[in-house]
Structure formats: C-alpha cells, structure tokens
C-alpha cells in the first residue's frame, strides 16, 4: 500500500464550478499536510499548508484535514481556467526530512 | 532574480557524457535540496542539504553527485547515466532542513538520456 494514494484524474469541470481534490494516507504520525500547484513546464507551488487536523481558508481555496479518517482536501470556488494545473498533495511527520507526495491529480477548468 | 532559478531547463546527453545541473536560491534560505519527477509518479527526494552539510542521501545511484559550494548555490553532477534516469529534477529550498512549512521549487530541469 502507497503511503499516499491521489487519484490521477484528469479531472474536467466547467468554470465556476467547485472542485473537490482529495488524497488518503496510511500514517497516522503525518502531522503537517500541503497542497501545491504545478502547471506544465513549471515547478510546483505551495498552495495551502495545514497543521493536524481542521480547515484553513485562503481565498477561493479551503483544505481540510480529517486525521480520524487519513483523508485531506483541497476545494476551489469558482473555478477558473486559471486553476488548470496538477495539484499535488504532500505530507510530513514532525522530525526527519522527508515529504511524502501524492502523485498529483490533472485538473482542467473549461471555459 | 527572486526565487529558486535552475539551469539548464533542458538537457539531452548520451549515456557516456558528464554534466552538471546548477540550482541558486534567493530567498536566504537554509536548506536545499534535490527531487526527482517522473511522469504520473510521486516526487521523489534524493538529497538534502543543511548549511551546505548532506544530512540526507535517498539511496540514490553514485551516477548521481551533488555538491553545496554555499546555501545559496546547489549542483547535481551526472555521470554515465542511464536512460530509466530520464525526469523533471527540481530543486527545492526551504527556511529549514525539516522543511515543516513547505517547498519553493524552481522549475526544474528536464533531462533525457539517449
């Protein structure tokens, strides 16, 4: 089992849809989780970063942390063509160095 | 320049050749590192720098040799490599080496090895 599962997509929506991106884990140690964006030909960006568990708004985006059931999300409001890009998560424990990825879902928001 | 910067963006060389990828950050930042991105598979950390000192190696191949000159400036010498070595390789850097609060990536380096 994948420590971090992300369904690949592509996912297709109209503009000002909301999107719902989700990943499961298997390590119940994961304590900080991040969503980042990558468009093609470009390096991803941190996009939301969440402590345990909870809600963080920022903008048109929320992620959610539900550590009971090892899931996280990454909604978007009012889509935009703008928002088409991979959305990876990732997530950490406290110490060591390593960031566990997702392998990040394909999003297209059409016009 | 802002950011993270990666040079070459593109690399094509055979089998047999030796080049080298050079990552700058200017962010003041304290840690530096090197992913590997193949396609549709999760990044993949190879190492990690901390004030210019290795504290991580991923147990990747001795093809693969980094190099910290300083915290700003980060190398990644290739040597005989193979062509499953194919990828995106970002550098990253971060405030600190546990990198608790997330990446800046620069936009990579896409090499193919024929």
């Keep these: ?111 | 320049e802002t950011g993270v910067t990666q040079t070459p963006r593109h690399l094509v060389m055979g089998m047999t050749n030796k080049k080298s990828l050079k990552c700058e950050q200017h962010l003041g930042h304290n840690a530096m590192y090197w992913y590997k991105q193949s396609a549709k598979k999760p990044l993949e950390l190879m190492f990690v720098y901390s004030l210019e000192e290795r504290v991580e190696n991923n147990s990747v191949p001795s093809r693969f040799s980094p190099e910290c000159p300083n915290s700003s400036h980060l190398f990644l010498h290739l040597h005989t490599l193979q062509p499953e070595d194919s990828a995106l390789y970002l550098c990253a850097s971060s405030q600190e080496s546990q990198a608790l609060y997330g990446y800046t990536f620069g936009s990579g380096t896409r090499l193919t090895v024929v």
């Design chain 1, 1 to 111: 089992q994948k420590e971090v599962e992300q369904d690949p997509g592509p996912l297709s929506v109209p503009e000002g849809a909301i999107v719902s991106l989700n990943c499961t884990y298997s390590n119940s140690a994961f304590q900080y989780f991040m969503w980042y964006r990558q468009y093609s030909r470009k390096g991803p960006e941190l996009l939301m970063y969440t402590y345990s568990s909870g809600n963080k708004e920022d903008g048109r985006f929320t992620a959610q942390v539900d550590k009971s059931s090892k899931y996280i999300s990454l909604f978007i409001r009012d889509s935009q063509p703008s928002d088409s890009a991979t959305y990876l998560c990732a997530m950490k424990t406290t110490g060591g160095f390593k960031t566990i990825f997702g392998a990040g879902t394909r999003l297209f928001v059409k016009a």
